[in-house]
Antibody, heavy 127, light 109 residues
Framework: EVQLLESGGGLVQPGGSLILSCAGS????????MSWVRQAPGKGLEWVSAISSSGGSPYYAESVKGRFIISRDNSRNTLYLQMNSLGAEDTAVYYC????????????????????WGQGTLVTVSS | IVLTQSPGTLSLSPGERATLSCRASQSVSSSYLAWYQQKFGQAPRLLIY???SRATGIPDRFSGSGSGTDFTLIISRLEPEDFAVYYC???????????FGLGTKVEIK
């Protein structure tokens, strides 16, 4: 059974930093690109960042570029999101999500959708 | 690319047919269009990928269609568990970006 378990959320002051983790199990973690998607309270879904299966190709939404860093440790089957210079606009539930296909972004077979999601971890930025 | 979903809210009764629309501001490859269902307090669930392929375990009352800039999700006969918010999502490759629509809420009439 595929499982994604996020951790690391919490209350942080404006300008602060936080690191989220997502532990994957039940699938070959090293074969899949992974993403972070967030959802502000009462709002829709917003893609935040993605990383290729090897970890060599990270991508970011404009809203977080230069502040967030995505990484992965394939030996630990874990995805990370380091969040810096946090502002109130970053308050959201953060989900990690697994790509539906085991092809990376540059492959002609890449599908660009997410078939498994974690339960989410809440990040609240407030003084 | 901006995805515009309509209507914002759909009020229907169990057993009725639901038709949800997702319109893209530019042409989208059908391979890169997906639909998700989200219930309150839960993570999204993939329903449809590649515009028309049902994800694993998704009942056949859910169907997706469309091409270019216009895509549709149809729920043929609403079951009580289908009342939720539905999002369309597309992938753009240059550079890689993923975009969601604002969602359509399907509520019980």
């Amino acid at each position: 059974e595929v499982q994604l378990l996020e951790s690391g959320g919490g209350l942080v002051q404006p300008g602060g930093s936080l690191i989220l983790s997502c532990a994957g199990s039940g699938f070959t973690f090293t074969s899949y690109a992974m993403s972070w998607v967030r959802q502000a309270p009462g709002k829709g879904l917003e893609w935040v960042s993605a990383i290729s299966s090897s970890g060599g190709s990270p991508y970011y939404a404009e809203s977080v570029k230069g502040r967030f860093i995505i990484s992965r440790d394939n030996s630990r089957n874990t995805l990370y999101l380091q969040m810096n210079s946090l502002g109130a606009e970053d308050t959201a539930v953060y989900y990690c999500a697994k790509d539906v296909s085991n092809y990376d972004f540059w492959s002609g077979y890449y599908l660009g959708s997410f078939d498994y999601w974690g339960q989410g971890t809440l990040v609240t930025v407030s003084s | 690319i901006v995805l515009t979903q309509s209507p914002g809210t759909l009020s229907l009764s169990p057993g009725e047919r639901a038709t949800l629309s997702c319109r893209a501001s530019q042409s989208v490859s059908s391979s890169y269009l997906a639909w998700y269902q989200q219930k309150f307090g839960q993570a999204p669930r993939l329903l449809i990928y590649g515009a028309s392929s049902r994800a694993t375990g998704i009942p056949d009352r859910f169907s997706g269609s469309g091409s270019g800039t216009d895509f549709t999700l149809i729920i043929s006969r609403l079951e009580p568990e289908d009342f939720a918010v539905y999002y369309c999502q597309q992938y753009g490759s240059s550079p890689p970006t993923w975009t969601f629509g604002l969602g359509t809420k399907v509520e019980i009439k």
